[in-house]
């Protein structure tokens, strides 16, 4: 395809400067991205049909943080020589179903299994301290801090006692939520936007009964007027 290089004004440096970074977790909405739905077994050879460069594509073990800097560290240097673009086919593997309905049928246990004994963050957190990196209590310190919030996210999002007042969002923390308007920042990472979002989370309720029934009863909420995870995680 000439257009990456022929259609491109010669000052912006040469090629595409894009890396297209595919995800590859092995399947799709409810089956593997080769046989039965794409028929791509290795998503790198699209690159094949590109280019001459064939993308620069290459395949990356997704479950080790230090291939994948590497991969980033060396095809930046394509896109900064002028000879991108460039197709990363990053190996993964998704754990989960692909929604809440997905019981993930279309694949055995023992293979989901597999996959989790060589989880990417457990492995990767003894390969740090094998070599003497980090401490393990340093990590495991971090692994709480870094779940401390989605706990408390979903006790505020189920939790059944009445809601608190909605009140104005604090500069700088809850960006998406805010009810108020701001027309310049005082000092940089500071960023509250209000819109439609904020005004819809601000009309939510807690608890999955309106206060305001049929004879003093209290009547269920629809789903949409009550609060998500979601919102939860934006009044943390």
Known sequence: MDQYRKLWDKALGGGLPIIFNCMNNFYGMGGQPF???????????????VNP???????????DPLPVIDAFRRKRQILEEGRGPVLLDTITYRISGHSPSDASSYRSKEEVEL??????????????????????????????????????????????????AWGPAPTGRLGHVSNRKVEKFERPGSRVLAGPLAKSQGAKADQGQS?????GRQNPLPKMKMYTCATASSRL
């Open 35 to 49: 046989g039965e739905t794409m028929g791509v077994q290795f998503i790198a050879r699209i690159g094949a049909g």
């Open 211 to 215: 206060a305001h029934g049929h004879a």
């Open 53 to 63: 460069e064939q993308m620069h594509s290459e395949r990356v073990n997704g479950y």
């Open 115 to 164: 996959w989790q004994h060589a989880d990417s963050i457990q492995a990767f957190h003894r390969k740090m301290v094998e070599i003497g990196a980090v401490s393990g209590d340093v990590l495991d310190s971090a692994k709480r801090q870094s779940t401390r919030p989605f706990s408390n996210m979903f006790r505020l999002a189920y939790r059944l006692e009445p809601a608190r």
